[in-house]
Structure formats: C-alpha cells, structure tokens
C-alpha cells in the first residue's frame, strides 16, 4: 500500500498538489490523508496514523513548500507521530524497511533557492531525508515540481500524471 500523508494549509486554493492528488486518487492500493482535512484543530490521531503507516509500504510526504520548510501540520505530524519505542529507539522498528517519496511544490525555480551563499534546492530535503533515514526509512529521489504557482494548467496536468506513473512504476516494481 502507498500511503500519502499530504498536507496542504488550503487544499481547496491548490492547483499543482490538488492535480496530483486527483491523479494518484485514482490508483488502486492508495491511501491518501489529508492532514489539513483531518485535523484542522491540529489535535493529531496518533494512533490513527501510525496504523495506517504500518500497511504501507512506500510513505509519501506530499505539500507545497513554505519558508523552505513544510507546513506547520506536517511538522508538527512529524513530532507527534514518529514516537519513541516506535519509529525509532528501543524497539522502535516500525518504519524500517519502508520508502519515503518526498513530493514537494516550490513557487520557486532553481535560482530562487541559490541565493547568495545557500547551496541551493538539494539541501533542502536534508532534513526529512535524515529523518527518514534515522527511523531506517529508504529515501526516494524526491517528485519535485518548480514555478508551481506560475505553471498553466496544462503542464500541472502533465506534472499530476508523470506522478501519476511514477506511483504506477513502484507498485509494479514492487507488486503492489
Ligand atoms: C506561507 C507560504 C510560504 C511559501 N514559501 C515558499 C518558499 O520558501 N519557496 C518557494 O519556492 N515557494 C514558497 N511558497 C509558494 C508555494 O510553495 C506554492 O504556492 C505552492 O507550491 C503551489 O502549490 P499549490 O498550487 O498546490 O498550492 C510559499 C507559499 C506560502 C503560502
């Protein structure tokens, strides 16, 4: 199962991550969780996420990029939810063996991220893909989208399907 956990401050405003998340929907073996959606209180069902975490086999963090970070729900999700005992630490295997996608939107196209001394896009990622690591988590090659908010609608479609297929492509190299 892939299990997209997507946060998004105003999922009804989107249009690249609205596109992908319609494309990847209509996958079979699927779950998408719109964290936004599911807690606008920001009081996270713990539980309720490392359950669905423990059927998934390839862990998607989906948002649009914000002061160079994620959002805070996905943050905060991030702290809550990859506890102690759990995802890391004494017996805290639950996460070993599985994949992170990193699928992120940036306003931005590569210079934006290359301002005077900062090393650009790539390191952005860092600290997800340490975390990913650290809970013994593969890290994918990331599903990036730049100029996201300049983009037409026709190449935000096209971004939404390479997505689409790039879902596609793990389940059949992974059955399922
Ligand atoms: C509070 C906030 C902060 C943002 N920070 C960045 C940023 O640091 N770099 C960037 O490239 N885009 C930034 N953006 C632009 C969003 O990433 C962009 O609008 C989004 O990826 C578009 O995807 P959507 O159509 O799904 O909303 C920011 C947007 C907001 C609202």
Redesign the pocket.
């Known amino acids: 199962m892939i299990l997209i956990i997507y946060a ?3 999922p009804q ?6 596109r992908m998340i319609e494309h990847a929907g209509t996958l079979s073996g699927v779950e998408i969780r719109s964290l936004y959606e599911l807690y606008p209180d920001f009081d996270i069902d713990i539980a309720a996420e490392q359950e669905a975490l423990s059927r998934a086999r390839l862990v998607i963090w989906q948002h ?6 994620v959002p805070p729900l996905m943050k905060l999700w991030i702290d809550k939810v990859l506890t102690h005992g759990w995802a890391y630490g004494h017996g805290g295997t639950a996460l070993q063996g599985k994949s992170l996608l990193w699928a992120v ?4 196209g590569e210079s ?2 290359a301002l005077g001394d900062h090393p650009g896009f790539a390191v952005l990622g860092q600290p997800l893909q340490a975390t990913a690591l650290y809970c013994g988590m593969t890290w994918l090659p990331p599903f990036t ?2 100029h ?2 300049t983009c037409d609608d026709e190449v935000l479609s096209a971004q939404a399907r390479h997505y689409q297929q790039r879902l596609l492509a793990w389940q059949e190299a992974n059955h399922g």
């Open positions: 998004h401050p105003w405003r989107s249009h690249a991550n609205k649009p990029m914000q002061w160079y970070s939107t940036t306003g931005g934006h991220f989208t730049h996201a908010f």
